[in-house]
């Protein structure tokens, strides 16, 4: 194979196909001639694309290759790496969208003439829309980069140029997680509605004039700012200087906004020390020590006090402080440890003191990188001379925001209650910029007096100083979940399978894992028509519920929901019908679930395998039922690696009459019902014994005598 040749993985060999993965992998087994891998892991390996392209063609599988796919793999394969390719893709995407007319007749000539005609006219795009020294000068694409070029700009007339190059940005994201920490949509868009609320000075969502971000990454943050109907400079600064090229092309394609793109640290070699902007936003490296602690000691920007050397988060603060104007806003994404450290309270209480931190908000873990970190914002606004300071900083838990029923999360980074967090915390966050202050909400708001806040430790975590909720929602509340308790414990009751009597042994079915024609095995019964095997994927229309694999064990509703990814898999989502029953694939236990019309049309999650019986053939009830057996899930699992795997197909079923299956149908209803009865008395006796501890510690409620 040619040194650099384009790889591609079986995820991305699916696409080519317009398949599912599961059918590369049967194509593998099944292929004596299926190609080599040539690199990757035993895992996951990756192929050569030309191998793959030529074994899809004789095979006929290969009858077009999506136009997307196509431009992506010419970026993914590109010689230079995908980075420099995105970069000359989306230098040609800025010509197609602000000069239509020049690229047609650019694309008109030959590939060498038409790299020497790209030139002088990338040039005078760049200058226009970036600005003297941008970011993106040496990088312009090449004459062996027009190919790639025509294709992207052949991409741009399907979707139009911004969305070709979110498209290719986003499946470059996706491949390499670990290499970017990005800012998700629905943090960067609060983050900019509190930075345009201040700047407008009503509370409304218009953002102001000049923004920087000093941290900018991707520019997820700044790509989140909109000013419609006036002209608005955005700032970007990164240090690596192709995040900073891939920003400013990402920014310039989004709108009609001047970009200013730097490469450079921010903290060691500001590019817009003179900048006095309307807001900044920024999303800064945590817990960095080396961070410019010993070469940046005098700096002037260190207003409210040198930071320590384990306290690299407050110098962020303090660098978007300086670049404000008075009265601008500076809205950050900080750890939660930077409110309590003790190595930060001098600087804590020194911005409490002079007025320029005005709110601090905690997040639902979930909301951003790192995810199981539950993150703060902090709204800082740069002090006016002659001006009282704040006598009263806004603190908002917005973590109680992403709850279901009986407390249970419903937050996680792909399912966050994010509509119900940002109108709670921008609704706050209103409030206060109006009055001054806010109505107390018990566990959720209020504006603490500045002078409460000075103590000893100088602690900001806005959970420390809320009132705690109503226990349980309150004495009314605690009432309606025992008089629950009670009709579901009499439910319960009147559910309680009665005595079994032991079978003849003419009657008994053949237990599983015997031989003889009583039995069955799943995987013969799907090869006889009688039932289809589907597996979960990821891959589902955005905002469509998801059926995961702890609803299954849980017996809850589904509680994911699909995301939106312009670089997902094109796998068909697997969404279940009445009538179909999931089972875990991993975890050995004896769970069976039969989805009924609350249920149907979620899309099944990942690990999760969906039966779907002919119900001239088979009981749904029946099956589950028999898949619950402790012998049968035994039997048929794998415990070749650390995790327990269950495979399906060797799951067995006595071979009965209909009729008969429906008499054990019945019953194992029966049984479930009970089950579920069961379930929801454990978690309403778990939501009343907490509600009645808490409310006797805090005192809303009496203790009267048991």
Known sequence: MPENAAEVTAAEIARLAGVGRAAVSNWRRRHADFPRPVGGTETSPSFALADVEGWLRAQGKLAEVPLRERVWQQVSGHPAGAVAALVHAGCALLVVRDRPTDWLELSAVSDERMADLLRP????????????????????????????????????????????????????????????????????????????????????????????????????????????????????????????????????????????????????????????????????????????????????????????????????????????????????????????????????????????????????????????????????????????????????????????????????????????????????????????????????????????????????????????????????????????????????????????EPAAPEARPRPAGSAGPAATTLGELARAGALTLRTGTAGAPPGTPVLTEADVYAGTAPSGTAAPDPGAAADEPVLTEPGDVVVPLLGGGSVARVIDAATAGAALGRNLQLLRPDPAALDPWFLAGFLRGTANTRQASSYASTATRLDARRLQLPRLPLADQRRYGERFRALAEFEDALRLAGRLGEQLVQGLYDGLTDGSLTCSPP
């Open 121 to 500: 006219a990338l040039a005078q795009v760049l200058a226009a829309r970036l600005g003297p020294g941008h970011p993106l000068a040496g990088r312009e694409p090449g004459p062996e980069d027009v190919p790639l070029l025509r294709a992207a700009a052949e991409l741009a007339a399907e979707l139009g140029a911004r969305q070709a190059f979110e498209f290719l940005l986003g499946r470059h994201l996706d491949a390499n997680p670990r290499q970017y920490t990005l800012t998700p949509p629905g943090p960067a868009e609060l983050m900019a509605a509190l930075a345009g609320a201040t700047a407008t000075g009503n509370g409304t969502a218009a953002a102001p004039l000049t923004v920087l971000d000093p941290a900018c990454g991707t520019g997820g943050l700044l790509r989140a700012v909109r000013h419609p109907g006036a002209r608005y400079a955005l700032y970007a600064q990164d240090t690596a200087p192709e995040l900073a090229a891939l920003t400013a092309l990402r920014l310039a394609l989004h709108g009609d906004a001047d970009i200013r793109a730097a490469a450079a640290d921010s903290l060691r070699a500001d590019a817009y020390p003179q900048l006095t902007a309307d807001a900044v936003l920024c999303h800064p490296p945590f817990n960095e020590r080396n961070w410019g602690h010993d070469e940046l000691a005098y700096d002037p920007r260190w207003e409210y006090g040198f930071p320590a050397r384990t306290e690299s988060e407050l110098a962020w603060v303090q660098h978007c402080l300086a670049r404000l104007r008075e009265g601008g806003t500076a809205v950050l994404l900080m750890p939660p440890a930077a409110a309590s450290r003790r190595s930060g309270r001098r600087v804590r209480a020194d911005l409490l003191r002079r007025g320029a931190l005005r709110a601090v908000i905690a997040l639902p873990a979930g909301a951003a990188p790192p995810y199981g970190v539950p993150l703060h914002l902090w709204v800082l606004r740069k002090p006016a001379p002659g001006l009282q300071p704040a006598p009263e900083l806004l603190l908002v838990d917005a973590a109680g925001l992403a709850t279901g029923p009986a407390g249970e999360p419903a937050g996680g980074r792909d399912k966050a209650a994010w509509p119900a967090v940002h109108d709670a915390v921008l609704a706050a966050w209103t409030a206060y910029e109006q009055t001054g202050g806010v109505e107390e909400q018990p566990g959720v708001s209020r504006s603490a007096p500045v002078i409460e806040l000075l103590d000893d430790d100088v602690d900001l975590a806005p959970a420390r100083h809320l009132p705690p909720p109503a226990a349980g929602g309150g004495p009314a509340e605690l009432a309606a979940v025992r008089e629950r308790l009670d009709a579901t414990l009499q439910r319960a009751a009147r559910l309680t399978p009665t005595a079994a």
